[in-house]
């Protein structure tokens, strides 16, 4: 089949998407590396100079830059640890055979449907407003104060909220990895002796670990790019309690109008990204290659 | 200690009967083969045993005690499935010790007995191995490895040589049959192989729409079918059925006559045939006839046969060794 000819023409006729696709990402990378070299602040058009590394020296020290990274990290981390347990546990429900399973399995993945920003209002002024909010009258009919959640726990609110929206996706990946769990399989560890928990954690846990994986290097891609969340509730704040890395480029191009600052933070994310893929690749890869 | 008593056992699924109400003995360290077509309910009745389905009405006795409610773990049978089961994450050492875990055996137990298995079972070069990195056969060994560890009062096997290629099912039956030797163990084995039934079993259940056919050893039903269905179930090739004139003749709704107890000449015989096709296996031939006003019979001649397509022969049934059937298909004595 894939003679020296059919291979040779293939990749002829692959060219045009691969260059695209290749100048669409070189271009823009390429464009931010020249201008995170500049300083170029949009307030004094024209005035461009080069600074050599002076954009970069300038983010990084940044007293928000430390914060902002430590909060991207537990963002991430948070949501997967809330996806990947909450989604295995709603797999494991929705595995089970029961009335209107599959209206049910439509209402969970409803979530993922419903865009961020609107996610991110309807959770702001419907469910954790400290006056109006649904948490607030649960709290005040049990006799407890409210939580003014943005105010008093403002990055793991934004956590609660990003895990809602991927929760679904989460237990949709899982549910079909469970459902191609071999039943005989389920039944010889039955016979050999094996519990409820016990083929939970030597059978199906195993079996799940490659979708698992799979679940985690999507989410991670996504999560370190959540950005609408955070604009729509607490702006990064109070003070830069929720203040990411990309909320911080935000601000560095759009509030303060300093191109070349921002760049220099889009590269120094686009490491951060590239050092988060690898350390995931090495620790959770392997999973993949069977 | 590994009886196996089937009181009046039945399986409904919702208004369809899979089994009506069996009874059925077994002794202690026979081996016992399940065989009839597909959807005959072998394998539900196999499962029934097992526990991993829950008998609709009757009871079952293994050892001489009620085990109809107890969950399959603590039942002390050992099963071997169609897909062998094997847990893919895990090499083959740890899926034969898997059961010994799960039983809370300390690990130096574990280790000597998954030895002897991997011992007796040819397979102490591969326990570090995954089982998609075995073939076939060794698949098999292990699931019967993981069977055996467990030292259990039975085996049930799900037709196991079902995956396999026809010469390592040949290897792997006589392997299974050399166990059986070895372990003096109580074995049911289900299978719609009847080569698989006649060449193992003690014991052969035919099995037809859930109802018990007949029970026997092998050369009994082989002798004595005592209907149409065993009859044409049990023997390779398949029992030749006459009926009309030539059954009246008898007695007989329908006569049955095995293709290994026909003789062929040019000379003299009851019937006139003409050769269809001739399929020559060397050790055997068999032949397909047409016998004008009786209809199509198969011939099996021992050895090499010489018989061309058209050539007409005659054919004489051998004495004795006619089958005669009533009209509602059970035998006549």
Redesign the interface.
């Known amino acids: 089949m894939a003679t020296l000819h059919t291979r040779a023409s293939a990749r002829l006729m692959m060219a045009p998407a691969v260059i695209l696709l290749l100048a669409w990402m070189i271009v823009p990378l390429g464009m931010t590396l020249y201008f995170s070299l500049l300083r170029y602040n949009l307030l004094m058009p024209g005035m461009e100079s080069f600074t050599g590394l002076g954009n970069y020296v300038y983010f990084l020290t940044d007293p928000a830059f430390g914060t902002a990274l430590a909060n991207t990290l537990l963002l991430v981390g948070g949501v997967l640890a809330i996806t990947v347990i909450g989604g295995t546990g709603l797999a494991l429900l929705l595995d089970q055979p029961f009335f209107g399973r599959g209206i049910v399995r439509l209402l969970v993945i409803a979530p993922f449907f419903v865009m961020p920003t609107v996610s991110a209002l309807v959770w702001k002024t419907m469910l954790m407003h400290p006056v109006n909010g649904l948490f607030a009258w649960i709290a005040r009919s049990l006799g407890f104060a409210p939580v003014d959640w943005f105010a008093d726990l403002p990055l793991l609110s934004i956590i609660l909220i990003v895990a809602w929206q991927w929760l679904p996706f989460a237990t949709l990946i899982l549910l079909t990895a469970l459902q191609s769990l071999?039943e005989?399989?389920k039944?010889?560890?039955?016979?050999?002796?094996?519990?409820a928990v016990?083929r939970f954690v030597?059978?199906v846990l195993?079996?799940l670990?490659r979708a698992m994986t799979v679940v985690v290097l999507i989410e991670t891609i996504f999560l370190l790019s959540v950005f609408a969340e955070i604009l729509v509730t607490t702006n990064g704040g109070p003070g830069v309690q929720t203040t990411t890395i990309t909320y911080l480029v935000y601000m560095q191009a759009l509030l303060q109008f300093d191109v070349g600052g921002a760049s220099a933070g889009g590269i120094v994310a686009v490491v951060l990204a590239n050092i988060v893929a690898i350390f995931l690749i090495r620790l959770i890869g392997k999973n993949l290659d069977r | 200690m590994g009886s196996i008593v089937l009181d009046n056992v039945s399986k409904t699924f919702g208004d369809a009967v899979v089994i009506p109400a069996i009874d059925l003995d077994i002794a202690d360290g026979e081996f016992v083969v399940f065989v009839g077509p597909s959807g005959c309910g072998k394998s539900t009745l196999l499962r029934l045993i097992a526990g991993l389905e829950d008998v609709s009405g009757g009871r079952i006795l293994i050892d001489g005690e009620d085990m109809t409610e107890t969950p399959p773990a603590r039942r002390r049978l050992a099963m071997v499935f169609q897909s062998y089961a094997l847990y893919p994450h895990m090499s083959v050492r740890g899926n034969i010790a898997f059961p010994l875990k799960m039983a809370g055996l300390a690990s130096d137990v574990v280790e000597r007995k998954v030895a002897d298995a991997a011992r007796i079972l040819n397979l102490t070069d591969y326990l570090d191995r995954k089982p998609r990195q075995l073939s076939g056969g060794q698949r098999q060994r292990v699931a019967i490895g993981r069977a055996i560890v467990r030292d259990p009062v039975a085996f049930l096997f799900d037709e196991p040589l079902s995956n396999l290629d026809a010469a390592l099912r040949v290897a792997m039956r006589l392997e299974i049959s050399e166990l059986h030797q070895q372990l003096k163990r109580t074995m049911i084995y289900v299978t719609h192989d009847q080569v698989e039934a006649m060449t193992m079993a003690d014991k052969i259940v035919v099995l037809n729409a859930g109802r018990v056919e007949q029970v026997g050893s092998p050369l009994e039903l082989y002798r004595n079918p005592k209907n149409l269905f065993v009859a044409g179930f049990i023997g390779s090739p398949r029992m030749n059925f006459l009926s009309g004139e030539a059954a009246r003749k008898l007695g007989a709704a329908t006569i049955g006559i095995r293709p290994e107890h026909l003789a062929l000449s040019t000379s003299d015989g009851l019937w006139e045939g003409k050769v269809g096709v001739a399929e020559h296996l060397g050790s055997d031939t068999y032949l397909h006839l047409t016998i004008d006003g009786v209809g199509p019979l198969t011939a099996r001649m021992s050895g090499e046969f010489a018989a061309r397509p058209g050539e007409t022969l005659r054919i004489a049934p051998e004495a004795g060794k006619i089958h005669r059937f009533d009209d509602k298909g059970m035998a006549l004595s």
């Not at chain 1, 039944?187 to 519990?195: N, V």
């Open positions: 071999d005989e399989q039944e010889a560890a039955e016979m050999d002796g094996a519990g016990s030597y059978i195993p079996h670990a």
